[in-house]
């Protein structure tokens, strides 16, 4: 006997999650609804189907294919135009021959004993057995009487309580005869229950129906669709339920990774390649789909999570459906009945009230409350740019995809032929990453030279050096070995200006990526002796005088300045002890916790040596942290503030370029030895365009990030280290003297929290706040109020945070936390 599958409903009812699927391809318990109707027919033997498929045919065919993988054969009967139940049968009548035929919904759950049921269907001698559910509300179904006998009496389609004369209601599966068919119109929408069937039984039809003991459920709205999840796990449907069971009622698949840590309360599904970290908690009627991860922190009580979903830490989520392929941040928080379609963003501590929809492809901002539901709107999408570049979790965010994509998108806003340089650090994921970065450029006809493992300042200078249109660097995200960041350069060598940015997402986004033609695929290089080149050069611009003899203790971090300062030092002859002078692949960045131990070791080596000073670099070579002679770890704030009065007295004059958010302590430094400061954006941008002009003499960012304006108008690590040695040694006075004499500095900061939308409001609110009070107001970079007395307070828009930030300086720390207060009601009120 063969089977006819009704594949070809929308299922607007559960929308979002029908929005690009089709009904029957939702999972439950990680597989299709339609699969588990195939493997209950393949129980009762039936191998023979043929599948009506209309709404998103091809995704129903493309996933079945020919049935082989599930022991079946399948076909297909297209439908141009909905033909509704019977027509979408006779639209298949040429396939079922002249044999008796089973037809099944493939988008309900059941579990009926098909066999018993054709068994009664032969033994009445019947032209259609009608398969009936008992159920408890009956208003949503067509309801069937049946006398004593089992024959049909009587039909009612969505009856009111006034016509429920009966709890048997019609599950759509029935037992036909062929002769069937010739009830049915050709290519006109037609149904059985409304149309076929009443007209059939007018005739006097021999129609039956079979009261049904299994588990039937229409999976047709969002409740019903958590209902059949629960009934699955619970164990009041025969499925097949992939993996094996760990405890009662918890099942996991053999391929998942479940830390021991993480708290399992059946019943539950974890499906294939998940990953459950530790102080994860599962709950009960939760399913995780393939691919899956789930970070520690997060909790999950009645969820439904499809394939290849990132849940962050600290997550919630409760009695919701989340769509294939999502990102779910850090803290983020989904309540009861919401429904996330499928490639969706949630970003961090973003709250989704309950019942909201969240159509597919929706980013959903860090911080917001959404109470409505998001269908056509963006709800604020990201720009692609943040202040570290294109940044994200690796295979979350940043994958293999979408560094195609955006190298795609670079190579495009350039000419054909043009050169490109490339870098990674020392990790393995960026090493993975480049090489999809370098396919995608070389396949758009742009030249390549790739630095392999190069610390990021040599990167920059070889990007400038070399003729080259940009540059392209991976590096793990500083304190998150999750994530990486993908930094684009221009032809100088400095980050992407705002304008190229803006350019390279329009094309990044409408996907217009240029493709070159077989002969035009461009060349990737191995440039030689790319250290050597950086290191002359740099000494050639660096004032090394009176360095001979001195002692230092340098830490590489296990990053790629390690390969750089053997050369560099060898041509010095100063006496160093060098610690994680190697490529750390595995730990390609640090801890909070880390950092810190590897700063305590770095002091006591520097006071047990006698070094003059001990430095850090970060794992790419760009920031470094100072330990004084004495083993005291200087702070950023303060190592700005003592490197900048070493080179303000030795040069004593020029100007030197500082973010607004630096102590104005600079300023008194500045003015001791005659220099001048030139106040720049935060973004670090705007301080290597600054640290370009001739007269510069220094650049910092306050973050210990350096620029040596004489080399290069990046900030560099290398560079920065170099050049402290020959101040040192030529100063009569030791860094913590330096330091000594320098003012305290008393700047405090604070962050008040802000959605996006309400950004523009609270700097407004500022600006008026201002001009009422008659205090002197800089836009620089946010709203700087300055007061009479030199106090001075910063308001500033976090460019990726749903945050504004706030720093003030006073003489004093209570005048300081005063200012803060003050101007923080501000912000608060307007952001509410």
Same mark, same amino acid.
């Given at each position: 006997?063969?089977?006819?599958?009704?594949?070809g409903?929308?299922?607007?009812?559960?929308?979002?999650?029908?929005?690009?699927?089709?009904?029957?391809?939702?999972?439950?318990?990680?597989?299709?609804?339609?699969?588990?109707?195939l493997?209950?027919?393949?129980?009762?033997?039936?191998?023979?189907?043929?599948?009506t498929?209309?709404?998103?045919?091809?995704?129903?065919?493309?996933?079945?294919?020919?049935?082989?993988?599930?022991?079946m054969?399948?076909?297909?009967?297209?439908?141009?135009?909905?033909?509704?139940?019977?027509?979408?049968?006779?639209?298949?009548?040429?396939?079922?021959?002249?044999?008796?035929?089973?037809?099944?919904?493939?988008?309900?759950?059941?579990?009926?004993?098909?066999?018993?049921?054709?068994?009664?269907?032969?033994?009445?001698?019947?032209?259609?057995?009608?398969?009936?559910?008992?159920?408890?509300?009956?208003?949503?179904?067509?309801?069937?009487?049946?006398?004593?006998?089992?024959?049909?009496q009587?039909?009612?389609?969505?009856?009111?309580?006034?016509?429920?004369?009966?709890?048997?209601?019609?599950?759509?599966?029935?037992?036909?005869?062929?002769?069937?068919?010739?009830?049915?119109?050709?290519?006109?929408?037609?149904?059985?229950?409304?149309?076929?069937?009443?007209?059939?039984?007018?005739?006097?039809?021999p129609?039956?129906?079979?009261?049904?003991?299994?588990?039937?459920?229409?999976?047709g709205?969002?409740?019903?669709?958590?209902?059949?999840?629960?009934?699955?796990?619970?164990?009041?449907?025969?499925?097949?339920?992939?993996?094996?069971?760990?405890?009662?009622?918890?099942?996991?698949?053999?391929?998942?990774?479940?830390?021991?840590?993480?708290?399992?309360?059946?019943?539950?599904?974890?499906?294939?390649?998940?990953?459950?970290?530790?102080?994860?908690?599962?709950?009960?009627?939760?399913?995780?789909?393939?691919?899956?991860?789930?970070?520690?922190?997060?909790?999950?009580?009645?969820?439904?999570?499809?394939?290849?979903?990132?849940?962050g830490?600290?997550?919630?989520?409760?009695?919701c459906?989340?769509?294939?392929?999502?990102?779910?941040?850090?803290?983020?928080?989904?309540?009861?009945?919401?429904?996330?379609?499928?490639?969706?963003?949630?970003?961090?501590?973003?709250y989704?009230?309950?019942?909201?929809?969240?159509?597919?492809?929706?980013?959903?901002?860090?911080g917001?409350?959404?109470?409505?539901?998001?269908?056509?709107?963006?709800?604020?999408?990201?720009?692609?740019?943040?202040?570290?570049?294109?940044?994200?979790?690796?295979?979350?965010?940043?994958?293999?995809?979408?560094?195609?994509r955006?190298?795609?998108?670079?190579?495009?806003?350039?000419?054909?032929?043009?050169?490109?340089?490339?870098?990674?650090?020392?990790?393995l994921?960026a090493?993975?990453?480049k090489?999809?970065?370098?396919?995608?450029?070389?396949?758009?006809?742009?030249?390549?030279?790739?630095?392999?493992?190069?610390?990021?300042?040599?990167?920059?200078?070889?990007?400038?050096?070399?003729?080259?249109?940009?540059?392209?660097?991976?590096?793990?995200?500083?304190?998150?070995?999750?994530?990486?960041?993908?930094?684009?350069?221009?032809?100088?060598?400095?980050?992407?200006?705002?304008?190229?940015?803006?350019?390279?997402?329009?094309?990044?986004?409408?996907?217009?990526f240029?493709?070159?033609?077989?002969?035009?695929?461009?060349?990737?290089?191995?440039?030689?002796?790319?250290?050597?080149?950086?290191?002359?050069?740099?000494?050639?611009?660096i004032?090394?005088?009176?360095?001979?003899?001195?002692?230092?203790?340098?830490?590489?971090?296990?990053?790629t300045?390690?390969?750089?300062?053997?050369?560099?030092?060898?041509?010095?002859?100063?006496?160093?002890?060098?610690?994680?002078?190697?490529?750390d692949?595995?730990?390609?960045?640090?801890?909070?916790?880390?950092?810190?131990?590897?700063?305590?070791?770095l002091?006591?080596? +520097?006071?047990?040596?006698? &070094? #003059?000073? %001990?430095?850090r670099?970060?794992? $790419?070579? *760009?920031?470094?942290a100072?330990?004084? !002679?004495?083993?005291?770890?200087?702070?950023?704030?303060?190592?700005?503030?003592?490197?900048?009065?070493?080179?303000?007295?030795?040069?004593?004059?020029?100007?030197v370029?500082?973010?607004?958010?630096?102590?104005?302590?600079?300023?008194?430094?500045?003015r001791?030895?005659?220099?001048?400061?030139?106040?720049?954006?935060?973004?670090?941008?705007?301080?290597?365009?600054?640290?370009?002009?001739?007269?510069?003499?220094?650049?910092?960012?306050?973050?210990?990030?350096?620029?040596?304006?004489?080399?290069?108008?990046?900030?560099?690590?290398?560079?920065?280290?170099?050049?402290?040695?020959?101040?040192?040694?030529?100063?009569?006075?030791?860094?913590?003297?330096?330091?000594a004499?320098?003012?305290?500095?008393?700047l405090?900061?604070?962050? +008040?929290?802000?959605q996006? &939308? #309400?950004? %523009?409001?609270?700097?407004?609110? $500022?600006? *008026?706040?201002?001009?009422?009070?008659? !205090?002197?107001?800089?836009?620089?970079?946010?709203?700087?109020?300055?007061?009479?007395d030199?106090?001075?307070?910063?308001?500033?828009?976090?460019?990726?945070?749903?945050?504004t930030d706030l720093?003030?300086?006073?003489?004093?720390?209570?005048?300081?936390?005063?200012?803060?207060?003050?101007?923080?009601?501000?912000?608060?009120?307007?952001?509410t």
């Open positions: 006997m063969k089977a006819v599958v009704m594949a409903g929308e299922g607007t009812r559960l929308r979002p999650m029908t929005a690009n699927q089709p009904k029957p391809l939702l999972p439950v318990v990680n597989r299709p609804i339609m699969e588990h109707v493997r209950l027919l393949k129980r009762h033997g039936v191998t023979e189907t043929v599948v498929v209309q709404f998103l045919a091809a995704l129903v065919r493309n996933y079945f294919g020919d049935g082989d993988e599930l022991g054969s399948l076909q297909y009967a297209t439908e141009d135009l909905p033909l509704g139940t019977a027509g979408s049968v006779k639209n298949a009548a040429d396939r079922l021959r002249d044999d008796r035929f089973l037809v099944i919904s493939g988008d309900a759950l059941t579990d009926i004993d098909l066999s018993d049921m054709v068994r009664f269907h032969r033994e009445n001698s019947a032209l259609v057995t009608i398969g009936l559910k008992r159920v408890p509300n009956p208003l949503e179904f067509g309801i069937i009487i049946v006398g004593d006998d089992g024959r049909v009587r039909f009612l389609e969505k009856p009111t309580w006034g016509q429920v004369f009966s709890d048997t209601v019609n599950t759509g599966v029935y037992v036909m005869e062929p002769e069937v068919l010739a009830a049915v119109a050709t290519g006109e929408p037609v149904d059985w229950a409304a149309d076929v069937f009443p007209s059939l039984l007018d005739r006097g039809a129609i039956y129906g079979y009261v049904a003991d299994g588990y039937w459920e229409d999976v709205t969002h409740d019903s669709y958590l209902k059949a999840q629960a009934d699955a796990l619970s164990g009041k449907v025969e499925l097949d339920i992939g993996g094996f069971e760990l405890s009662p009622g918890v099942w996991v698949a053999e391929s998942a990774t479940v830390d021991p840590d993480a708290v399992l309360k059946g019943p539950l599904l974890i499906g294939d390649y998940a990953k459950v970290e530790a102080g994860a908690e599962l709950r009960e009627y939760t399913v995780l789909g393939n691919n899956a991860v789930v970070r520690e922190g997060a909790f999950l009580h009645r969820a439904i999570v499809h394939d290849n979903v990132y849940l830490p600290g997550t919630h989520l409760r009695g459906v989340i769509g294939k392929s999502t990102d779910i941040m850090a803290g983020a928080r989904i309540e009861e009945n919401a429904v996330i379609g499928d490639e969706c963003v949630i970003e961090a501590e973003a989704v009230s309950s019942g909201v929809k969240v159509y597919p492809f929706k980013t959903i901002e860090a917001a409350v959404v109470n409505t539901s998001v269908i056509w709107e963006s709800r604020g999408q990201r720009s692609l740019f943040g202040p570290r570049g294109v940044s994200g979790l690796v295979n979350v965010e940043i994958t293999p995809e979408l560094c195609v955006l190298a795609s998108a670079y190579a495009t806003t350039l000419k054909k032929g043009e050169r490109v340089v490339t870098a990674r650090d020392a990790s994921a090493r993975a990453l090489r999809a970065v370098i396919g995608a450029l070389t396949a758009s006809s742009i030249n390549v030279l790739d630095l392999e493992a190069a610390p990021m300042p040599v990167a920059r200078f070889h990007t400038a050096r070399e003729s080259a249109a940009g540059g392209i660097a991976l590096r793990t995200t500083p304190g998150d070995p999750q994530s990486v960041d993908i930094v684009i350069m221009d032809d100088r060598g400095a980050d992407l200006p705002p304008a190229a940015q803006r350019k390279l997402e329009r094309v990044f986004s409408r996907q217009e240029r493709r070159a033609f077989p002969g035009e695929i461009a060349e990737l290089r191995y440039p030689a002796r790319t250290v050597e080149d950086y290191t002359n050069e740099l000494l050639r611009h004032d090394m005088t009176g360095v001979k003899d001195m002692k230092v203790v340098v830490d590489c971090a296990g990053g300045s390690s390969l750089v300062l053997p050369t560099l030092l060898g041509r010095v002859g100063i006496e160093v002890l060098t610690v994680n002078a190697r490529l692949d595995v730990s390609p960045t640090e801890t909070i916790a880390e950092r810190r131990r590897d700063l305590q070791r002091s006591e080596l +520097v006071s047990s040596s006698r &070094a #003059a000073f %001990g430095v670099f970060d794992p $790419v070579g *760009e920031r470094i100072l330990v004084d !002679e004495m083993g005291q770890l200087i702070g950023e704030e303060r190592a700005l503030l003592v490197v900048l009065d070493l080179v303000a007295a030795e040069r004593r004059g020029g100007r370029a500082l973010p607004v958010t630096t102590t104005r302590v600079a300023e008194q430094v500045c001791f030895h005659g220099v001048q400061v030139e106040w720049t954006r935060t973004a670090l941008d705007a301080l290597t365009s600054a640290a370009a002009a001739d007269d510069m003499i220094f650049a910092a960012d306050g973050r210990g990030g350096f620029v040596v304006p004489e080399f290069s108008p990046a900030i560099d690590g290398l560079a920065a280290f170099m050049r402290l040695l020959g101040l040192v040694a030529r100063t009569r006075l030791s860094l913590s003297q330096i330091d004499r320098i003012p305290e500095v008393k405090l900061r604070r962050a +008040v929290p802000t996006w &939308a #309400a950004k %523009g409001a609270v700097m407004r609110s $500022v600006i *008026e706040a201002a001009e009422q009070s008659g !205090e002197r107001v800089d836009t620089t970079d946010g709203v700087l109020v300055s007061g009479q030199g106090s001075w307070v910063l308001i500033l828009p976090a460019a990726t945070e749903p945050v720093w003030a300086e006073a003489a004093d720390v209570d005048t300081a936390q005063a200012l803060l207060e003050r101007w923080g009601r501000i912000v608060e009120q307007a952001a």
